[in-house]
């Protein structure tokens, strides 16, 4: 079995976070309309798949700021952050990068 190109995963990761930014923005959009909203566990599995888009999303349209459980997003973001690295420090002493 082989592994996906670097670049496709790349790019699969790139589009989880700008859906996450898009779902966000729906939702708050949904709000000032007062629809039927996106459930908030939903935002924030799509925050735990995609949270540099989800956190962009909080910031850019003042969503969910204020609720407690949104701080989860913050957290996953910082574990993203960590696992790439350590990704990226792996691939080095590899001789990959």
């Given at each position: 079995m082989t592994l996906p190109a670097p670049e496709l995963?790349?790019?699969?990761?790139?589009?989880c976070?700008?859906?996450a930014?898009?779902?966000y923005?729906?939702?708050?959009?949904k709000a000032e309309l007062g629809r039927w909203r996106t459930s908030e566990r939903t935002?924030?599995?799509?925050a735990a798949v995609g949270p540099f888009g989800a956190w962009a999303g909080m910031r850019r349209f003042r969503h969910?700021?204020?609720?407690?459980?949104?701080?989860?997003?913050p957290a996953f973001l910082i574990l993203?952050?960590?696992?790439?690295?350590?990704l990226a420090?792996?691939?080095?002493?590899?001789g990959f990068l």
């Amino acid at each position: 079995m082989t592994l996906p190109a670097p670049e496709l995963l790349i790019a699969l990761y790139l589009l989880c976070n700008l859906a996450a930014f898009v779902l966000y923005g729906q939702d708050k959009r949904k709000a000032e309309l007062g629809r039927w909203r996106t459930s908030e566990r939903t935002l924030l599995a799509a925050a735990a798949v995609g949270p540099f888009g989800a956190w962009a999303g909080m910031r850019r349209f003042r969503h969910k700021t204020q609720k407690t459980k949104f701080l989860l997003v913050p957290a996953f973001l910082i574990l993203h952050a960590a696992a790439i690295a350590g990704l990226a420090y792996a691939m080095v002493t590899a001789g990959f990068l």
